[in-house]
């Protein structure tokens, strides 16, 4: 249902999210 939905986006986005920030950090020990 919508809950689960809703639940379903939440997570894709932090791991998106966290996805970013781990690949930002790589490039920041990179440089």
């Known amino acids: ?3 689960e939905r ?3 986006a939440v997570k894709d986005m932090a791991e ?3 996805d970013k ?3 930002m ?3 920041d ?3």
């Open 1 to 3: 249902d919508a809950c």
């Open 6 to 8: 809703g639940k379903e």
């Open 16 to 18: 998106s999210v966290s």
């Open 21 to 23: 920030a781990k690949s």
């Open 25 to 27: 950090m790589d490039k």
């Open 29 to 31: 020990k990179n440089s």
